[in-house]
């Protein structure tokens, strides 16, 4: 799959997944282009773990409690973590530093013909599901975990949403 292809593929899938694993090759070479994303100042504020253990898997979907069937059904989860580290002056760049791994690892998801969704809103809330799942997973408190991201095959049709049309939001000048 080309690029554009897995830009214009790329949806947030919220469906069930089916049983087939995701192998460690494959969730290692989404890592991988996830840390090859930018960062400010190169400072790589984003660190990654991919779950895949049964009992480990079956820990976050208890934590998470969400009814989304992706959720509930993932073979796998990539956990986003930040530390929130000064690039220069007072500019600290962790967002924009995972937000860019986040999408490099969206597009890598479809090219690897598996879908996912970035569950952000929810895990940052204030229940703080983000630093329950950080503590099971032993992250150090000076770590943030922001994201979490099912991996798994789609078990039902992937619907992309509409988007604005292209003149509303951009154009040449
Ligand atoms: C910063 C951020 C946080 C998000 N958090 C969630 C979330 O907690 N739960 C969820 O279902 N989707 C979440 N999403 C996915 C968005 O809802 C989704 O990208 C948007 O509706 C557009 O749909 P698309 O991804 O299919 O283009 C998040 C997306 C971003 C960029």
């Known amino acids: 799959m080309n690029l554009f292809d897995a830009v214009n593929n790329r949806t947030s899938y919220r469906d069930g997944y089916t049983d087939k694993p995701v192998t460690r090759e494959v969730l290692g070479k989404i890592m991988e282009a996830g840390l090859a994303a930018p960062s400010g100042c190169n400072k790589q504020t984003t660190s990654l773990i991919a779950v895949d253990d049964a009992a480990a898997v079956s820990q976050i979907k208890s934590l998470l409690a969400s009814s989304m069937r992706a959720v509930d ?5 990539i956990c ?4 929130r580290v000064i690039a220069y002056g007072d500019k600290c760049f962790a967002v924009q530093d995972y937000s860019a791994a986040i999408q490099n ?3 890598a998801i479809v090219a690897s013909g598996c879908e996912s ?10 229940d703080n599901i983000g630093r329950q799942i950080a503590d099971m997973l032993g992250v150090p408190a000076e770590l943030d975990l922001v994201c979490v991201l099912p991996v798994g095959y789609a078990a039902m049709p992937v619907r992309r949403v509409a988007k604005k049309p292209f003149d509303a939001r951009a154009k040449f000048v």
Not at 73 to 77: E, G
Not at 117 to 126: M, S
């Open 73 to 77: 059904t993932a073979p796998a989860f």
């Open 80 to 83: 986003v973590l930040t530390e």
């Open 105 to 107: 690892m969206l597009l």
């Open 117 to 126: 969704c970035w569950i952000e809103g929810y895990v940052t809330g204030d």
